[in-house]
């Protein structure tokens, strides 16, 4: 880890830490679509409330500006949420973060600005204090209808995804 000064405070070419932040992505009260969220509940739990170090764990929910500054700052991040592709209820695709980049609508309505919309103005806005190594998790949603809990499928596909998120935590860690 290396440990410049950055505007009085050590940091990494433009980074707080070499930190690797995991944000979960949904809406709790509509079904699948809160399998994100889930993801990074059940994330603190394996971690019992305390990422490892050089790590931090965050649920968004549906607010992509608290996205765009929880990513400020780190080197790598993780964005899990819910898809809605037509595959096979879930399905987990990883997808590099570039390739999920979308231009926010021009409208002054934050209700509109998602999580992709975060990567595009995060990486335009904060330059090299946003994540240039970016991975996101998305997880087929079977219903994204009004609703608390998951489908058995998106429980299943949460489990896998956090099972894969939390060693590479323990990984980033131990770097």
């Keep these: 880890m290396c440990r410049s000064k950055r505007n009085g405070r050590a940091g990494c070419g433009g980074y707080e830490l070499d930190m690797l932040t995991v944000i979960g992505c949904g809406n709790l009260n509509r079904s699948d679509d809160g399998v994100g969220v889930i993801v990074a509940r059940m994330l603190l739990e394996i971690f019992q409330g305390k990422a490892p170090k050089n790590t931090q764990i965050f649920d968004a929910g549906t607010d992509g500006m608290g996205v765009m500054f929880k990513a400020r700052g780190s080197r790598s991040l993780i964005i ?7 595959s096979e209820p879930g399905t987990v695709f990883e997808v590099p973060g570039h390739e999920m980049e979308g231009k926010p609508p021009d409208s002054y309505n934050l209700h509109d600005f998602r999580w992709d919309h975060a990567l595009y103005a ?39 995804v956090t099972s894969k998120i939390a060693e590479r935590l323990k990984n980033y860690a131990r770097e």
């Design 122 to 160: 995060g990486r335009k806005i904060f330059k090299d204090d946003f994540p240039a190594d970016i991975q996101v998790f998305l997880i087929e949603a079977k219903s994204l209808e009004l609703g608390l809990e998951l489908s058995q499928e998106a429980v299943a596909a949460a489990e896998i």
């Design 80 to 86: 899990v949420d819910a898809g809605n592709t037509g």
